[in-house]
């Protein structure tokens, strides 16, 4: 049952007044007629509890009103919504709900003005990007054909340089994603095995130079995503994957499975460099979060914030691989959704 919120700090003067009153006349009707004065005396309660209930009735009604309008005030402060607001308060409300109207709709304009530089910067960036990836398939295919006119050495570093700019173009535009009201996403049925050996393409050229260990360990799994949110996120856990392995010996790997207990499908990306200490796990996939490693000091700490904002508006579980850590590595492990008929199993 709803109750009514009552003021009582409003009402408190209103009821010792009508108290003092009850009082006094029942010391009169004491003195007047003694025998009578029981019977008077119930009336006189019964009375006093009525006017009581009906003052807390009306109070109460009167504060619904003023909140109703309040908020009718607060959701769009226009002419009607404040003279509607102003003939429900007392004239003593009047000289401020005027300059708080005045405020309201300063902050409103200067709300709608940004949110129109916010989007046409949003749709700029869009372009930018989008443009901007013409000139680098022109520049890969002119790398492709003059091949056979550069020494290997040098074109595996421009092959790496485009493969970086390529992607800090795809950072900036997924970034600006973020900001947009809405988003729509392909979900379709991806074979996880097939499409994590595809993505780890891009990269080939990152593992050919630094000669880094690959091990895989990929089921042919069955899941249903977005492939190309999918393939960004996979892309930021790679990237630094590679960026944070063992200098010497480094090993990048990939290995998925399926939970028995919760039929979880899981991708573990994992590399064998230092382990993230354990005060630093909890931020992880803050914005712009670098730990206190010396060799992360001059990352953006993007990477896995992105990774994060993606992987929830995908429904995948995104979390730091504890296993991984213990094997004086890092891992991070991506648990996608159950498929039905999905047969629970996992890798060796």
Known sequence: MKQLPINVKTLKPWLLLLILTDLFFTFILWIISPDSFSAIMVIILLFTLFIIALGCYLDWRQQQKKIERLRSFLDDPNDITERNLLSAMDESWYRSICEASAKLREQSELLRDKTLEL??????????????????????????????????????????????????????LYYARLQAAHVDYQFERINLQDFVRAGLEDFKVLYDESNTDLRLNLLPIEIVSDKKVLLFILSQL?????????QSEGVVGAETWIEKETGDICLTIFNNGKAVPPEDIPFIFDKGFTGGHTCRQNATGMGLYFAKKYAQALSIKIEVDEGAVHQRGFGICLKFPKIRNQEPSRGC
């Open 238 to 246: 790679f990237s630094n994957a590679f960026k944070y392995t063992d």
């Open 119 to 172: 989007q046409n910067y949003q749709e700029f960036i869009e372009a930018w990007t989008h443009e901007i990836k013409t000139p680098l398939t022109l520049a890969m295919m002119l790398l492709d054909n003059r091949r056979d006119e550069m020494s290997p050495y040098i074109y595996k570093r421009m092959n790496y340089v485009r493969h970086s700019i390529g992607s800090d173009v795809d950072r900036i």
